[in-house]
């Protein structure tokens, strides 16, 4: 149990512990995940939502939207920008975002599923097994056997006279840790938002989790995010908030490559992609120009994906596909595309894609031993 301390706010809403402010700032924040860090668009919808609904009213003193505008302002999360003459956020929110994003998907998942990343293997680590082994020259003293050293000891002691042998010395095992370098491809062709359906936002929280996380805890791995549609190109993870659909094709091979080549310069035991799609590969560059066809599984499109996935099989590179689509030969070619990788594949809902990928991040960080 933790008890968080902070200046008392006369306004603090009986029996939830939330002051006006924060929450509004709650809503805002989802409303600007949506709206693309747009800040003037998520005011338009929460004063709309504050119009239907009244969510003022039920505050005292009056405090309305405005005085949540000002707050904003005077807790530095947004700010007037003089060339752009608009107003927009800052680090701070970005920042918060991220936070909120990891905290939304953690809160799902399964008390124990998550925390260090461990191995099949045993040796130097931080977490002690039950299994315990004879004491070696340079393991640490810390994790020492002292029931299974004493029991040994005491079958050549007596009362009147204690031995203890070096080989007495029992050590409990410990998990290897090892780090990891990651590629998350998120797909921004114009799909991730047809039929009524927002895809992108859910994608969009996962990178700002799982970048989010690996910044706390994890800071010896490394996250790139590459975005993609008609190509591919990095994004830096304070432009996350910012990322929108455009009327973009799905060059699946592009990512792939760039992904591929991200990891290259990585020296890392672990190398993966995580790629999160809703649609089949429709477009490539060859010969500087760009080839596209979105009608059916083109094959001269879908056999450039193999290769990639092949490549990157070669590589060491694991290809992790989070499909968020379920049309049966979308499927099919994702069943095709791991099986050119011997990666993994996941037919996934928006609302537990960030489980599944936070998941198997974690379960899935091993270290190779050859």
């Known amino acids: 149990m933790y008890f968080k301390y902070q200046q008392w706010d006369e306004r603090f809403r009986k029996g939830t512990g939330k002051t006006p402010f924060d929450t509004l700032w709650d809503l805002f924040q989802e409303l600007l995940t949506v709206a693309s860090g747009d800040v003037a668009q998520a005011l338009r919808w929460l004063t709309e939502l504050d119009n239907e609904y009244g969510m003022t009213d039920q505050f005292d003193d009056g405090y309305g939207?405005?005085?949540?505008?000002?707050?904003?302002?005077?807790?530095?999360?947004?700010?007037?920008?003089?060339?752009?003459?608009?107003?927009?956020?800052?680090?701070?929110?970005?920042?918060?975002?991220?936070?909120?994003?990891?905290?939304?998907?953690?809160?799902?998942?399964?008390?124990?599923?998550?925390?260090?990343?461990?191995?099949?293997?045993?040796?130097?680590?931080?977490?002690?097994?039950?299994?315990?082994?004879?004491?070696?020259?340079?393991?640490?003293?810390?994790?020492?056997?002292?029931?299974?050293?004493?029991?040994?000891?005491?079958?050549?002691?007596?009362?009147?006279?204690?031995?203890?042998?070096?080989?007495?010395?029992?050590?409990?095992?410990?998990?290897?840790?090892?780090?990891?370098?990651?590629?998350?491809?998120?797909?921004?062709?114009?799909?991730?938002?047809?039929?009524?359906?927002?895809?992108?936002?859910?994608?969009?929280?996962?990178?700002?989790?799982?970048?989010?996380?690996?910044m706390r805890d994890y800071s010896k791995d490394s996250l790139d995010i590459v975005a993609f549609g008609n190509e591919a190109w990095k994004v830096n993870i304070e432009d996350l908030p910012y990322l929108e659909v455009g009327p973009y094709h799905t060059n699946t091979k592009q990512a792939l490559e760039l992904a591929r080549h991200t990891l290259h310069r990585r020296k890392f035991t672990n190398k993966q992609v995580f790629m999160i799609t809703d649609g089949k590969p429709s477009c490539m560059i060859e010969n500087g120009k760009m080839y596209k066809n979105s009608y059916g599984l083109d094959r001269k499109i879908v056999n450039k994906v193999l290769d990639e996935a092949v490549k990157c099989r070669r590589d060491d590179i694991t290809i992790t596909t989070f499909m968020i689509a379920r049309d049966p030969y979308l499927q099919d070619f994702v069943r095709e595309l791991t099986e050119a990788n011997k990666g993994r594949a996941y037919f996934s809902s928006l609302d537990n894609l960030g489980e599944y990928i936070f998941e198997d991040y974690i379960k899935n960080r091993k270290r190779r031993m050859k």
């Not at 045993?122 to 315990?132: F, L, N």
């Not at 410990?174 to 359906?197: C, F, K, N, P, Q």
């Open 65 to 214: 939207l405005g005085d949540f505008v000002e707050e904003m302002k005077e807790r530095g999360y947004i700010r007037e920008d003089g060339e752009q003459q608009q107003i927009v956020i800052t680090r701070k929110t970005e920042r918060s975002l991220r936070q909120r994003s990891l905290e939304e998907i953690f809160k799902d998942l399964k008390k124990g599923s998550t925390g260090g990343h461990k191995t099949n293997y045993t040796g130097t680590g931080r977490e002690r097994q039950p299994e315990t082994r004879p004491w070696h020259q340079g393991d640490d003293i810390s994790n020492i056997d002292s029931v299974g050293t004493m029991m040994n000891m005491l079958k050549h002691s007596s009362i009147d006279q204690v031995n203890l042998h070096e080989d007495d010395l029992r050590v409990h095992d410990t998990d290897h840790y090892s780090s990891a370098a990651t590629v998350l491809l998120i797909d921004l062709s114009h799909s991730m938002i047809l039929y009524g359906e927002d895809r992108i936002t859910p994608a969009k929280k996962v990178a700002m989790a799982l970048s989010e996380l690996i």
